[in-house]
């Protein structure tokens, strides 16, 4: 029987990808989800909470918002998050470090902090952020802030990790490389490019992400707190 069932799981991005691969294999696992999407759409239904996590205050309102529909949680999983560019001479600079800090980095910290303060109320909980391979090995040169994202969420994951393990409020890191979403590469040469990069040949699927996250969420190896685990084939080994 799977350690999650019954377990109330707050996901972010849980529309499509990654995200909706998480909220499917956890349900199906017998946990109780409670999805967010930035906005309505054919893939969301009444169920959903909206919150655009670009905006001020937006990680503190969806997790208000979150327990309003159930009477505690036990576990958030931090995967929303955007992808857009900063180009070194573009005119989308400015732009392209302020949004994506603000959901990248802002929104699923504010989360993190309002989810420990519910944690040491409910005898503790469980955080996975997802970050990316880029965190560690960095990114194109006009996606940066993208990549000084996810090295932002690795940091705060590693640093709540180490001070709160002992108040049974476990954090974990995952970073993928290129999933099967819409961020992997479309194109026909691109594509290729990304898999030559990939020793397994293929890039990763959203569902082994989130059989990574439920696992975790499981507590099957709680010793395993305050680890990054890598999800890219091999094409980037530490």
């Known amino acids: ?27 199906k ?16 239904d009444d169920s959903f909470l909206y919150e655009d996590l670009s905006l001020a205050g937006a990680g503190e309102r969806l997790f ?9 949680i036990d576990a958030v999983v931090n995967n929303a998050g955007i992808y857009i560019p900063s180009t070194l001479s573009g005119a ?15 929104a699923p910290a504010d989360i993190c902090r309002a989810a420990i ?26 996606h940066a802030a993208y990549a000084a994202s996810k090295g932002a969420i ?21 970073a993928p ?12 040469e691109n594509r290729k490019k990304a898999v030559a990069d990939i020793p397994l040949g293929r890039v990763a ?9 439920a696992f975790l969420l499981s507590d099957a190896c709680p010793s395993a707190v305050g680890a990054t685990f890598d999800v890219n084939g091999a094409s980037y080994v530490r």
């Open 154 to 174: 690795l940091a705060m994951t590693k640093t709540w990790a180490r001070a709160l393990s002992g108040e049974n409020i476990h954090l974990y890191g995952i």
């Open 1 to 27: 029987m799977s350690e999650i069932i019954n377990k109330n799981i707050l996901v972010t991005g849980a529309s499509r990808g990654i995200g909706a691969a998480i909220k499917s294999v956890c349900e």
């Open 64 to 72: 208000k918002a979150a327990l309003k529909t159930v009477d505690h």
């Open 205 to 213: 699927l959203p569902e082994e992400v989130a059989n990574l996250v």
């Open 92 to 106: 989308d600079w400015n732009e392209g470090w302020t949004k994506t800090m603000a959901v990248n980095v802002q």
């Open 29 to 44: 696992q017998g946990a109780k989800v409670i999805a967010h999407a930035s906005r309505p759409s054919v893939n969301t």
């Open 177 to 188: 490389g290129w999933v099967e979403t819409r961020m992997a590469p479309q194109d026909i």
């Open 117 to 142: 303060a519910h944690y040491r109320d409910t005898n503790g909980g469980r955080i996975v952020n997802i970050a990316s391979r880029a965190g560690h090995r960095g990114d194109g040169i006009d």
